[in-house]
Protein backbone atom coordinates (compact mmCIF):
# COMPACT_ATOMS: atom_id res chain seq x y z
CA UNK A 1 0.00 0.00 0.00
CA UNK A 2 3.11 2.59 0.46
CA UNK A 3 3.77 2.66 -2.79
CA UNK A 4 0.38 2.94 -4.80
CA UNK A 5 0.55 6.37 -4.51
CA UNK A 6 4.30 6.42 -6.11
CA UNK A 7 3.03 4.21 -8.97
CA UNK A 8 -0.20 6.69 -9.67
CA UNK A 9 2.43 9.75 -9.58
CA UNK A 10 4.68 8.53 -12.05
CA UNK A 11 1.90 6.94 -14.05
CA UNK A 12 0.22 10.32 -14.53
CA UNK A 13 4.07 11.77 -15.30
CA UNK A 14 4.59 9.44 -17.88
CA UNK A 15 1.27 9.38 -19.25
CA UNK A 16 1.19 13.26 -19.82
CA UNK A 17 5.12 14.05 -20.93
CA UNK A 18 6.17 14.66 -24.26
CA UNK A 19 9.06 12.88 -25.45
CA UNK A 20 12.50 14.07 -25.94
CA UNK A 21 14.59 11.79 -28.09
CA UNK A 22 18.63 12.02 -27.64
CA UNK A 23 20.76 10.60 -29.93
CA UNK A 24 24.05 9.23 -27.85
CA UNK A 25 27.36 7.84 -28.77
CA UNK A 26 28.53 4.80 -27.72
CA UNK A 27 30.16 4.69 -23.87
CA UNK A 28 34.08 4.11 -24.01
CA UNK A 29 35.86 2.70 -21.16
CA UNK A 30 39.18 1.77 -20.24
CA UNK A 31 38.95 0.07 -16.51
CA UNK A 32 38.31 -3.51 -17.83
CA UNK A 33 40.98 -4.31 -20.02
CA UNK A 34 43.86 -0.77 -19.28
CA UNK A 35 43.00 0.32 -23.20
CA UNK A 36 39.87 2.61 -24.79
CA UNK A 37 37.00 0.09 -25.74
CA UNK A 38 33.61 0.55 -26.24
CA UNK A 39 31.53 -0.55 -23.41
CA UNK A 40 29.30 -2.84 -25.66
CA UNK A 41 32.16 -4.75 -27.24
CA UNK A 42 33.97 -5.24 -23.44
CA UNK A 43 34.31 -9.02 -22.58
CA UNK A 44 33.42 -7.71 -18.59
CA UNK A 45 30.67 -7.13 -16.39
CA UNK A 46 30.42 -3.15 -16.67
CA UNK A 47 28.47 -0.22 -15.34
CA UNK A 48 29.53 3.53 -16.05
CA UNK A 49 28.35 6.27 -13.46
CA UNK A 50 28.35 9.66 -15.91
CA UNK A 51 28.36 13.28 -14.80
CA UNK A 52 25.17 13.18 -15.98
CA UNK A 53 23.93 10.92 -14.00
CA UNK A 54 25.65 12.08 -11.03
CA UNK A 55 24.03 15.48 -11.24
CA UNK A 56 20.44 14.23 -11.57
CA UNK A 57 21.22 12.10 -8.96
CA UNK A 58 21.59 14.92 -6.55
CA UNK A 59 24.02 12.46 -4.74
CA UNK A 60 25.69 14.20 -1.69
CA UNK A 61 28.67 11.56 -1.37
CA UNK A 62 30.16 8.80 -3.59
CA UNK A 63 28.28 5.83 -1.58
CA UNK A 64 25.29 7.42 -2.82
CA UNK A 65 26.04 7.08 -6.12
CA UNK A 66 27.27 4.08 -5.87
CA UNK A 67 24.00 2.70 -4.32
CA UNK A 68 22.01 0.39 -7.21
CA UNK A 69 25.19 -0.57 -8.96
CA UNK A 70 24.36 -4.19 -9.88
CA UNK A 71 26.33 -6.86 -7.30
CA UNK A 72 27.29 -3.88 -5.15
CA UNK A 73 26.31 -3.52 -1.77
CA UNK A 74 27.51 -1.08 1.14
CA UNK A 75 27.33 -0.70 4.65
CA UNK A 76 28.10 2.20 6.85
CA UNK A 77 28.79 3.14 10.51
CA UNK A 78 26.31 5.75 10.88
CA UNK A 79 25.75 8.57 7.96
CA UNK A 80 27.88 11.02 6.46
CA UNK A 81 31.99 10.62 6.63
CA UNK A 82 31.58 7.39 8.32
CA UNK A 83 33.67 4.21 7.77
CA UNK A 84 31.45 2.74 4.63
CA UNK A 85 32.62 -0.95 3.53
CA UNK A 86 31.88 -1.17 -0.49
CA UNK A 87 31.91 -5.26 -1.28
CA UNK A 88 31.82 -6.27 -5.14
CA UNK A 89 30.45 -10.05 -5.68
CA UNK A 90 30.12 -10.44 -2.13
CA UNK A 91 33.72 -10.45 -1.45
CA UNK A 92 35.03 -9.15 1.53
CA UNK A 93 35.87 -4.78 1.48
CA UNK A 94 39.42 -4.87 0.69
CA UNK A 95 39.06 -7.36 -2.01
CA UNK A 96 37.85 -4.29 -4.51
CA UNK A 97 40.82 -2.48 -5.82
CA UNK A 98 39.91 1.58 -6.49
CA UNK A 99 42.04 4.20 -9.04
CA UNK A 100 41.67 7.40 -9.45
CA UNK A 101 42.99 8.60 -12.47
CA UNK A 102 45.07 5.39 -13.13
CA UNK A 103 46.08 6.05 -9.23
CA UNK A 104 45.95 3.06 -6.62
CA UNK A 105 44.63 4.09 -3.81
CA UNK A 106 43.14 3.30 -0.26
CA UNK A 107 44.94 2.33 3.13
CA UNK A 108 47.94 0.24 3.62
CA UNK A 109 47.11 -0.68 7.15
CA UNK A 110 43.40 -1.58 6.71
CA UNK A 111 43.43 -2.46 2.59
CA UNK A 112 40.54 -0.08 2.14
CA UNK A 113 39.86 2.87 0.37
CA UNK A 114 37.66 5.80 2.04
CA UNK A 115 35.11 6.19 -0.12
CA UNK A 116 33.26 8.17 2.39
CA UNK A 117 36.05 10.91 2.13
CA UNK A 118 36.39 11.27 -1.51
CA UNK A 119 34.32 13.69 -2.34
CA UNK A 120 31.60 13.88 -5.20
CA UNK A 121 31.98 17.28 -6.50
CA UNK A 122 35.35 16.35 -7.61
CA UNK A 123 33.81 13.08 -9.72
CA UNK A 124 33.74 13.11 -13.60
CA UNK A 125 32.82 9.73 -14.07
CA UNK A 126 33.24 6.39 -12.43
CA UNK A 127 33.57 3.24 -14.12
CA UNK A 128 32.85 -0.34 -12.20
CA UNK A 129 34.42 -3.31 -13.51
CA UNK A 130 32.89 -6.42 -11.80
CA UNK A 131 34.95 -9.75 -11.84
CA UNK A 132 39.09 -10.80 -10.67
CA UNK A 133 40.94 -8.21 -12.54
CA UNK A 134 44.49 -9.33 -10.83
CA UNK A 135 45.63 -10.27 -14.34
CA UNK A 136 45.81 -6.66 -14.93
CA UNK A 137 46.35 -5.02 -11.45
CA UNK A 138 47.28 -7.32 -9.12
CA UNK A 139 46.91 -7.91 -5.51
CA UNK A 140 43.29 -6.77 -4.11
CA UNK A 141 41.19 -6.82 -7.36
CA UNK A 142 39.38 -10.04 -6.49
CA UNK A 143 35.58 -8.70 -6.60
CA UNK A 144 36.56 -5.96 -9.21
CA UNK A 145 37.77 -2.52 -9.94
CA UNK A 146 36.25 0.85 -9.36
CA UNK A 147 38.06 3.61 -11.03
CA UNK A 148 37.17 7.16 -10.31
CA UNK A 149 38.01 9.70 -12.85
CA UNK A 150 38.17 13.45 -11.97
CA UNK A 151 36.53 16.54 -13.61
CA UNK A 152 38.52 17.73 -16.22
CA UNK A 153 38.48 21.30 -18.89
CA UNK A 154 38.77 22.03 -22.25
CA UNK A 155 36.94 24.59 -24.58
CA UNK A 156 36.37 28.07 -23.67
CA UNK A 157 37.17 29.31 -19.85
CA UNK A 158 34.30 28.65 -17.81
CA UNK A 159 33.34 29.21 -14.56
CA UNK A 160 30.90 27.08 -12.36
CA UNK A 161 29.23 27.10 -8.99
CA UNK A 162 26.60 25.24 -6.66
CA UNK A 163 25.27 25.17 -3.26
CA UNK A 164 23.18 22.96 -1.44
CA UNK A 165 21.64 23.32 2.00
CA UNK A 166 19.00 20.96 3.39
CA UNK A 167 18.46 18.40 6.79
CA UNK A 168 20.79 17.81 9.16
CA UNK A 169 22.79 20.73 9.02
CA UNK A 170 23.71 20.25 5.64
CA UNK A 171 25.37 22.81 3.15
CA UNK A 172 28.12 22.20 0.43
CA UNK A 173 29.13 24.66 -1.87
CA UNK A 174 31.69 23.84 -4.84
CA UNK A 175 33.19 26.39 -7.07
CA UNK A 176 35.17 25.62 -10.68
CA UNK A 177 37.01 27.47 -13.32
CA UNK A 178 37.63 24.80 -16.77
CA UNK A 179 38.79 26.01 -20.33
CA UNK A 180 41.98 25.13 -22.29
CA UNK A 181 41.40 25.59 -25.61
CA UNK A 182 42.05 23.68 -28.52
CA UNK A 183 44.97 21.77 -27.41
CA UNK A 184 45.23 22.02 -23.93
CA UNK A 185 42.61 21.79 -20.80
CA UNK A 186 42.57 22.21 -17.14
CA UNK A 187 39.99 22.33 -14.39
CA UNK A 188 40.08 23.53 -10.94
CA UNK A 189 37.54 23.01 -8.66
CA UNK A 190 37.11 24.09 -4.53
CA UNK A 191 34.29 21.90 -2.34
CA UNK A 192 33.42 22.18 1.13
CA UNK A 193 30.93 19.68 2.59
CA UNK A 194 29.49 20.38 6.09
CA UNK A 195 26.51 18.53 8.50
CA UNK A 196 25.99 18.25 11.56
CA UNK A 197 24.71 14.81 11.49
CA UNK A 198 23.11 12.46 14.13
CA UNK A 199 24.03 10.46 16.64
CA UNK A 200 25.81 7.91 15.03
CA UNK A 201 25.38 4.90 17.50
CA UNK A 202 22.60 3.92 19.40
CA UNK A 203 24.38 1.26 21.29
CA UNK A 204 26.72 3.84 23.58
CA UNK A 205 24.21 5.87 25.50
CA UNK A 206 27.08 7.77 27.40
CA UNK A 207 27.08 9.98 24.11
CA UNK A 208 23.95 10.70 22.81
CA UNK A 209 25.13 13.43 20.71
CA UNK A 210 25.00 14.96 17.25
CA UNK A 211 28.27 13.38 15.01
CA UNK A 212 28.80 15.63 12.45
CA UNK A 213 30.99 15.89 9.48
CA UNK A 214 33.14 18.33 7.36
CA UNK A 215 35.50 18.06 4.24
CA UNK A 216 37.27 20.42 1.88
CA UNK A 217 38.76 19.37 -1.03
CA UNK A 218 40.48 21.01 -4.18
CA UNK A 219 41.07 19.44 -7.53
CA UNK A 220 43.13 20.55 -10.24
CA UNK A 221 43.46 18.28 -13.76
CA UNK A 222 45.27 19.64 -17.00
CA UNK A 223 47.04 18.49 -19.92
CA UNK A 224 48.42 19.41 -23.08
CA UNK A 225 48.62 17.83 -26.57
CA UNK A 226 51.71 18.45 -28.15
CA UNK A 227 52.42 18.86 -32.04
CA UNK A 228 54.01 15.82 -32.32
CA UNK A 229 50.79 13.89 -30.69
CA UNK A 230 52.54 13.33 -27.68
CA UNK A 231 49.73 14.05 -24.70
CA UNK A 232 51.24 15.69 -20.90
CA UNK A 233 48.71 15.17 -18.27
CA UNK A 234 48.77 15.43 -14.31
CA UNK A 235 45.91 15.38 -11.72
CA UNK A 236 46.00 16.99 -7.74
CA UNK A 237 43.37 15.52 -5.84
CA UNK A 238 43.22 16.58 -2.12
CA UNK A 239 40.46 15.96 0.56
CA UNK A 240 40.61 16.96 3.91
CA UNK A 241 38.11 15.76 6.36
CA UNK A 242 36.76 16.34 10.49
CA UNK A 243 34.51 13.63 12.07
CA UNK A 244 33.11 13.03 15.03
CA UNK A 245 31.59 9.74 15.93
CA UNK A 246 30.78 7.26 19.51
CA UNK A 247 33.48 5.50 20.94
CA UNK A 248 36.71 5.87 21.97
CA UNK A 249 38.32 7.67 20.37
CA UNK A 250 35.08 9.72 19.41
CA UNK A 251 36.50 12.12 16.86
CA UNK A 252 39.27 11.79 13.90
CA UNK A 253 41.17 14.31 11.23
CA UNK A 254 41.83 12.80 8.14
CA UNK A 255 43.50 13.55 4.43
CA UNK A 256 43.26 11.76 1.46
CA UNK A 257 45.53 12.82 -1.33
CA UNK A 258 46.16 11.69 -5.11
CA UNK A 259 49.04 13.07 -7.28
CA UNK A 260 49.01 11.37 -10.76
CA UNK A 261 50.29 12.22 -14.08
CA UNK A 262 51.13 10.57 -17.71
CA UNK A 263 52.61 10.87 -20.82
CA UNK A 264 51.48 8.79 -24.00
CA UNK A 265 53.24 9.25 -27.43
CA UNK A 266 53.88 6.37 -30.65
CA UNK A 267 56.92 5.86 -30.85
CA UNK A 268 55.43 4.01 -34.03
CA UNK A 269 52.05 4.12 -36.32
CA UNK A 270 51.39 1.13 -35.06
CA UNK A 271 53.24 1.18 -31.06
CA UNK A 272 50.86 3.43 -28.26
CA UNK A 273 53.35 3.79 -25.29
CA UNK A 274 51.70 5.09 -21.89
CA UNK A 275 54.35 6.16 -18.77
CA UNK A 276 52.28 7.18 -15.30
CA UNK A 277 53.33 7.99 -11.91
CA UNK A 278 51.15 8.16 -9.33
CA UNK A 279 51.31 8.31 -5.24
CA UNK A 280 48.58 8.43 -2.92
CA UNK A 281 48.05 9.44 1.21
CA UNK A 282 45.39 7.95 3.65
CA UNK A 283 46.02 9.85 6.51
CA UNK A 284 43.85 9.64 9.83
CA UNK A 285 44.71 11.32 13.32
CA UNK A 286 42.35 10.50 16.15
CA UNK A 287 41.38 12.05 19.18
CA UNK A 288 39.37 11.72 22.65
CA UNK A 289 37.13 14.51 23.20
CA UNK A 290 40.21 16.81 21.74
CA UNK A 291 43.11 14.99 23.43
CA UNK A 292 45.68 12.98 20.57
CA UNK A 293 45.33 9.64 20.74
CA UNK A 294 46.75 7.62 17.68
CA UNK A 295 47.61 8.60 13.93
CA UNK A 296 48.00 6.06 11.54
CA UNK A 297 49.80 7.60 8.05
CA UNK A 298 50.24 5.52 4.94
CA UNK A 299 51.62 6.38 1.21
CA UNK A 300 51.54 4.25 -2.21
CA UNK A 301 53.64 5.47 -4.48
CA UNK A 302 53.26 3.88 -8.23
CA UNK A 303 55.02 3.97 -11.25
CA UNK A 304 53.96 1.76 -14.90
CA UNK A 305 54.88 1.41 -18.18
CA UNK A 306 52.50 0.27 -21.42
CA UNK A 307 53.21 -0.62 -24.33
CA UNK A 308 49.84 -1.53 -26.88
CA UNK A 309 50.63 -2.79 -29.96
CA UNK A 310 47.57 -2.74 -32.82
CA UNK A 311 49.23 -5.71 -34.60
CA UNK A 312 45.88 -4.71 -37.31
CA UNK A 313 42.62 -3.20 -36.70
CA UNK A 314 40.68 -6.05 -35.04
CA UNK A 315 44.10 -7.29 -32.50
CA UNK A 316 45.86 -5.53 -29.85
CA UNK A 317 48.79 -6.68 -28.05
CA UNK A 318 49.74 -4.92 -24.30
CA UNK A 319 52.48 -5.49 -22.39
CA UNK A 320 53.95 -3.48 -19.59
CA UNK A 321 55.46 -3.15 -16.08
CA UNK A 322 54.19 -2.03 -12.99
CA UNK A 323 55.84 -1.00 -9.75
CA UNK A 324 54.37 -0.56 -6.07
CA UNK A 325 55.46 0.70 -2.75
CA UNK A 326 53.55 0.45 0.37
CA UNK A 327 54.63 2.90 3.60
CA UNK A 328 53.20 3.35 7.23
CA UNK A 329 53.97 5.91 9.56
CA UNK A 330 52.21 5.30 12.98
CA UNK A 331 52.35 5.85 16.81
CA UNK A 332 51.79 2.30 16.48
CA UNK A 333 54.81 0.17 15.90
CA UNK A 334 54.46 -2.04 12.70
CA UNK A 335 57.07 -4.76 12.90
CA UNK A 336 57.57 -4.13 9.20
CA UNK A 337 56.43 -0.44 7.54
CA UNK A 338 57.54 -0.41 3.99
CA UNK A 339 56.95 -3.22 1.32
CA UNK A 340 57.51 -3.18 -2.60
CA UNK A 341 55.93 -5.32 -5.47
CA UNK A 342 57.35 -5.19 -9.07
CA UNK A 343 54.61 -6.91 -11.70
CA UNK A 344 55.21 -7.65 -15.63
CA UNK A 345 52.04 -7.98 -17.50
CA UNK A 346 50.66 -9.27 -21.17
CA UNK A 347 46.94 -8.82 -22.75
CA UNK A 348 45.96 -10.06 -25.93
CA UNK A 349 42.53 -8.72 -27.51
CA UNK A 350 41.12 -10.15 -30.89
CA UNK A 351 37.52 -10.13 -32.64
CA UNK A 352 37.20 -12.30 -35.04
CA UNK A 353 33.55 -12.14 -36.89
CA UNK A 354 31.30 -12.68 -34.33
CA UNK A 355 33.79 -13.80 -32.17
CA UNK A 356 35.69 -12.14 -29.49
CA UNK A 357 38.73 -13.13 -27.22
CA UNK A 358 40.48 -11.32 -24.81
CA UNK A 359 43.49 -13.46 -22.38
CA UNK A 360 45.77 -11.73 -20.31
CA UNK A 361 48.63 -12.72 -17.47
CA UNK A 362 50.23 -11.28 -15.10
CA UNK A 363 53.30 -12.09 -12.44
CA UNK A 364 53.72 -9.83 -9.39
CA UNK A 365 57.21 -10.28 -7.19
CA UNK A 366 55.84 -9.43 -3.87
CA UNK A 367 58.82 -8.35 -1.65
CA UNK A 368 57.11 -9.86 1.46
CA UNK A 369 54.90 -13.15 -0.73
CA UNK A 370 57.58 -13.68 -3.18
CA UNK A 371 55.63 -14.27 -6.53
CA UNK A 372 51.93 -14.79 -7.57
CA UNK A 373 51.03 -15.78 -11.20
CA UNK A 374 47.48 -14.62 -12.20
CA UNK A 375 45.75 -14.90 -15.42
CA UNK A 376 41.88 -14.12 -17.36
CA UNK A 377 40.49 -15.40 -20.65
CA UNK A 378 37.31 -14.36 -21.77
CA UNK A 379 35.15 -15.14 -25.00
CA UNK A 380 32.19 -13.40 -26.29
CA UNK A 381 30.00 -14.40 -29.11
CA UNK A 382 27.39 -12.19 -31.16
CA UNK A 383 24.77 -14.75 -31.43
CA UNK A 384 22.69 -11.61 -33.43
CA UNK A 385 22.44 -8.34 -34.27
CA UNK A 386 20.87 -7.48 -30.70
CA UNK A 387 22.26 -10.64 -28.82
CA UNK A 388 25.61 -11.35 -27.06
CA UNK A 389 27.66 -14.31 -24.88
CA UNK A 390 30.28 -13.82 -23.05
CA UNK A 391 32.36 -16.63 -20.36
CA UNK A 392 35.13 -15.52 -18.74
CA UNK A 393 37.40 -16.92 -16.34
CA UNK A 394 40.09 -15.09 -13.76
CA UNK A 395 42.19 -16.21 -10.94
CA UNK A 396 43.45 -13.28 -8.25
CA UNK A 397 45.06 -12.91 -4.73
CA UNK A 398 45.06 -10.52 -2.49
CA UNK A 399 48.67 -9.92 -0.06
CA UNK A 400 47.32 -9.53 3.76
CA UNK A 401 46.93 -5.89 4.54
CA UNK A 402 49.54 -4.23 7.13
CA UNK A 403 46.88 -4.22 9.96
CA UNK A 404 46.53 -7.97 9.61
CA UNK A 405 49.86 -8.63 9.91
CA UNK A 406 51.26 -6.73 12.41
CA UNK A 407 48.63 -4.97 14.47
CA UNK A 408 49.56 -5.15 18.22
CA UNK A 409 47.32 -8.14 19.75
CA UNK A 410 44.94 -8.78 16.22
CA UNK A 411 48.10 -9.19 13.74
CA UNK A 412 49.88 -12.53 12.31
CA UNK A 413 53.48 -12.59 10.65
CA UNK A 414 52.25 -16.03 9.46
CA UNK A 415 49.38 -15.06 7.46
CA UNK A 416 49.31 -16.15 3.59
CA UNK A 417 47.41 -14.30 0.42
CA UNK A 418 44.14 -14.82 -0.04
CA UNK A 419 43.52 -16.89 -3.84
CA UNK A 420 40.61 -16.91 -5.58
CA UNK A 421 39.45 -18.61 -8.91
CA UNK A 422 36.09 -17.36 -11.10
CA UNK A 423 34.12 -18.01 -13.29
CA UNK A 424 30.98 -16.20 -15.05
CA UNK A 425 28.66 -16.10 -18.16
CA UNK A 426 26.60 -13.55 -19.25
CA UNK A 427 23.89 -12.71 -21.61
CA UNK A 428 23.29 -8.82 -23.28
CA UNK A 429 21.21 -7.56 -25.67
CA UNK A 430 18.86 -4.30 -26.94
CA UNK A 431 15.44 -4.80 -28.57
CA UNK A 432 12.28 -3.44 -28.48
CA UNK A 433 12.05 -4.34 -24.28
CA UNK A 434 15.43 -2.04 -24.41
CA UNK A 435 19.14 -2.99 -23.21
CA UNK A 436 19.55 -5.72 -20.49
CA UNK A 437 21.62 -7.96 -19.44
CA UNK A 438 22.23 -11.03 -17.39
CA UNK A 439 25.25 -12.00 -15.75
CA UNK A 440 26.09 -15.19 -13.11
CA UNK A 441 29.17 -15.97 -11.66
CA UNK A 442 30.81 -18.50 -9.12
CA UNK A 443 34.12 -17.34 -6.94
CA UNK A 444 35.98 -19.81 -5.06
CA UNK A 445 37.94 -18.39 -2.24
CA UNK A 446 40.95 -20.26 -0.34
CA UNK A 447 42.83 -19.35 2.10
CA UNK A 448 40.28 -16.28 3.30
CA UNK A 449 41.51 -14.58 6.00
CA UNK A 450 39.24 -14.54 9.37
CA UNK A 451 39.54 -14.83 13.15
CA UNK A 452 40.16 -18.84 14.63
CA UNK A 453 37.64 -19.36 16.90
CA UNK A 454 40.34 -21.67 19.13
CA UNK A 455 43.03 -20.05 21.18
CA UNK A 456 45.34 -17.88 20.81
CA UNK A 457 41.90 -16.53 19.02
CA UNK A 458 44.24 -14.73 16.38
CA UNK A 459 43.30 -13.67 12.72
CA UNK A 460 44.31 -16.77 10.91
CA UNK A 461 43.88 -18.20 7.35
CA UNK A 462 41.20 -20.54 7.77
CA UNK A 463 38.47 -19.82 5.73
CA UNK A 464 37.52 -20.80 2.29
CA UNK A 465 34.48 -19.41 0.63
CA UNK A 466 32.10 -20.08 -2.07
CA UNK A 467 30.51 -16.73 -3.93
CA UNK A 468 27.51 -17.63 -6.02
CA UNK A 469 25.57 -14.77 -7.88
CA UNK A 470 23.31 -13.23 -10.35
CA UNK A 471 22.97 -9.52 -11.57
CA UNK A 472 20.96 -7.82 -14.10
CA UNK A 473 20.05 -5.00 -15.75
CA UNK A 474 17.68 -3.22 -17.65
CA UNK A 475 16.67 0.53 -19.06
CA UNK A 476 13.55 0.67 -21.08
CA UNK A 477 10.90 3.36 -21.82
CA UNK A 478 7.54 3.09 -20.75
CA UNK A 479 4.46 5.56 -21.99
CA UNK A 480 7.68 8.13 -22.50
CA UNK A 481 9.81 7.58 -19.19
CA UNK A 482 12.66 6.22 -18.98
CA UNK A 483 13.11 3.19 -16.57
CA UNK A 484 16.43 1.88 -15.32
CA UNK A 485 16.17 -1.32 -13.33
CA UNK A 486 19.21 -3.17 -11.61
CA UNK A 487 18.97 -6.50 -9.88
CA UNK A 488 21.54 -8.44 -7.29
CA UNK A 489 21.19 -11.77 -5.73
CA UNK A 490 23.84 -13.23 -4.22
CA UNK A 491 24.63 -16.01 -1.87
CA UNK A 492 28.40 -15.50 -0.35
CA UNK A 493 28.79 -18.02 2.06
CA UNK A 494 31.51 -19.77 4.06
CA UNK A 495 32.49 -23.38 3.04
CA UNK A 496 35.08 -24.86 6.04
CA UNK A 497 35.90 -23.45 9.74
CA UNK A 498 33.38 -22.96 12.54
CA UNK A 499 30.95 -21.15 10.32
CA UNK A 500 31.25 -23.97 7.83
CA UNK A 501 27.94 -22.73 5.31
CA UNK A 502 26.73 -19.65 6.86
CA UNK A 503 27.10 -16.22 5.06
CA UNK A 504 29.59 -13.60 4.73
CA UNK A 505 28.49 -10.78 7.14
CA UNK A 506 27.56 -7.19 6.63
CA UNK A 507 26.73 -8.16 2.99
CA UNK A 508 23.08 -7.92 1.52
CA UNK A 509 22.15 -11.26 -0.28
CA UNK A 510 19.59 -9.48 -2.91
CA UNK A 511 19.31 -5.67 -4.10
CA UNK A 512 16.96 -3.93 -6.33
CA UNK A 513 16.61 -0.54 -7.79
CA UNK A 514 13.98 0.56 -9.73
CA UNK A 515 14.62 4.85 -11.22
CA UNK A 516 11.70 6.47 -13.20
CA UNK A 517 12.79 9.39 -14.81
CA UNK A 518 11.21 12.07 -17.49
CA UNK A 519 12.76 15.57 -18.95
CA UNK A 520 9.81 17.70 -20.20
CA UNK A 521 10.65 21.36 -21.09
CA UNK A 522 12.74 22.67 -18.42
CA UNK A 523 11.85 19.92 -15.77
CA UNK A 524 13.21 16.56 -15.01
CA UNK A 525 11.37 14.31 -12.52
CA UNK A 526 12.85 10.57 -10.92
CA UNK A 527 12.09 8.98 -8.03
CA UNK A 528 13.56 5.60 -6.59
CA UNK A 529 13.09 2.36 -4.82
CA UNK A 530 16.24 0.87 -3.76
CA UNK A 531 15.64 -2.16 -1.24
CA UNK A 532 18.10 -4.36 0.53
CA UNK A 533 17.25 -7.96 1.90
CA UNK A 534 18.59 -9.42 5.18
CA UNK A 535 22.32 -9.73 6.15
CA UNK A 536 23.98 -10.68 9.04
CA UNK A 537 26.20 -8.41 11.12
CA UNK A 538 28.75 -11.63 12.07
CA UNK A 539 30.33 -14.25 10.87
CA UNK A 540 28.02 -17.20 12.85
CA UNK A 541 24.77 -15.56 11.82
CA UNK A 542 23.41 -15.40 15.24
CA UNK A 543 19.78 -14.63 15.51
CA UNK A 544 20.80 -11.51 17.61
CA UNK A 545 23.40 -10.08 14.59
CA UNK A 546 20.43 -9.90 12.07
CA UNK A 547 19.94 -7.23 9.80
CA UNK A 548 15.85 -7.08 8.43
CA UNK A 549 15.61 -5.78 4.66
CA UNK A 550 14.67 -2.40 3.88
CA UNK A 551 13.82 -0.12 1.16
CA UNK A 552 13.84 3.37 0.37
CA UNK A 553 12.27 5.44 -1.57
CA UNK A 554 13.98 9.01 -2.88
CA UNK A 555 11.72 11.48 -4.87
CA UNK A 556 13.75 14.14 -7.17
CA UNK A 557 13.02 17.38 -9.15
CA UNK A 558 14.81 19.73 -11.39
CA UNK A 559 13.88 23.02 -12.79
CA UNK A 560 16.58 25.25 -15.39
CA UNK A 561 15.70 28.25 -14.63
CA UNK A 562 17.76 29.75 -17.55
CA UNK A 563 20.63 28.87 -19.48
CA UNK A 564 23.33 28.56 -16.85
CA UNK A 565 21.30 27.90 -14.13
CA UNK A 566 18.90 24.55 -12.45
CA UNK A 567 17.55 24.20 -9.31
CA UNK A 568 17.38 20.91 -7.97
CA UNK A 569 15.44 19.21 -5.16
CA UNK A 570 15.65 15.82 -3.14
CA UNK A 571 13.71 14.01 -0.38
CA UNK A 572 15.26 11.12 0.63
CA UNK A 573 13.51 8.20 2.64
CA UNK A 574 10.71 9.69 2.02
CA UNK A 575 8.56 7.15 4.13
CA UNK A 576 11.16 7.57 7.32
CA UNK A 577 12.34 4.19 7.02
CA UNK A 578 14.52 3.16 9.90
CA UNK A 579 17.22 0.73 9.35
CA UNK A 580 20.81 -0.35 9.96
CA UNK A 581 23.57 -2.11 7.51
CA UNK A 582 25.81 -2.16 10.69
CA UNK A 583 24.47 -3.71 13.82
CA UNK A 584 24.11 -0.85 16.38
CA UNK A 585 24.65 2.18 13.98
CA UNK A 586 21.91 4.48 12.76
CA UNK A 587 21.41 5.90 9.49
CA UNK A 588 19.66 8.83 8.18
CA UNK A 589 15.90 9.09 8.34
CA UNK A 590 13.91 11.26 5.84
CA UNK A 591 15.60 14.22 4.32
CA UNK A 592 14.91 17.23 2.26
CA UNK A 593 17.55 19.16 0.23
CA UNK A 594 17.98 21.79 -2.40
CA UNK A 595 20.42 22.77 -4.27
CA UNK A 596 21.07 25.94 -7.06
CA UNK A 597 23.72 25.04 -9.66
CA UNK A 598 25.63 27.81 -12.22
CA UNK A 599 27.07 26.10 -14.91
CA UNK A 600 27.11 27.78 -18.76
CA UNK A 601 27.14 26.30 -21.41
CA UNK A 602 30.52 25.90 -23.38
Not at 268 to 282: F, K, P
Not at 378 to 393: E, F, P
Not at 568 to 588: C, F
Amino acid sequence: MKYKLLAALLSAVCVHAHAVANETLPDVVVTATRTAQSADATLASVSIITRQDIAHSQAQSLPDVLRGVPGLTISNNGGAGKTTSVFLRGTNADHVLVLIDGVKVGSATTGMASFQDIPVAQIERIEIVRGPRASLYGSEAIGGVIQIFTRKGGGALTPSASFTTGSYGTYNTAVGLAGGGGKGWFNARLNQQNTSGFNTSRGNPVEPDKDGYHNSSLGLNGGYQFDNGMIADAQVLRANSKNRFDGNPNQSEGVQQVLGGSLKFAPLQIWDMTLRAGSSRDDSSNFKNGLFKTSFNTQRDSLSWQNDFAVNPNQLLTAGLDYQNDRVASTTVYTRPTRDNRALFGQYQGDFGAHSVQASLRRDNNQQFGRHDTGGLGYGYAVNDATRLTASYGTAFKAPTFNQLYYPGFGSATLRPELSRSLEVGLAGHGKIGKWSLNAYQTDISDLIGYDTAPPYNIANINTARLQGLEGQLKTQISDCDINSTLTLQDPRQNSGANQGKLLNRRATEAIRIEVSHDFGAYHLASSLYAEGRRYDDLANTGAKRLGGYGLLDMRAEYRVAADWLVQGRIDNLLDKQYETVQLYNQARRGLYFTLNYQPKN
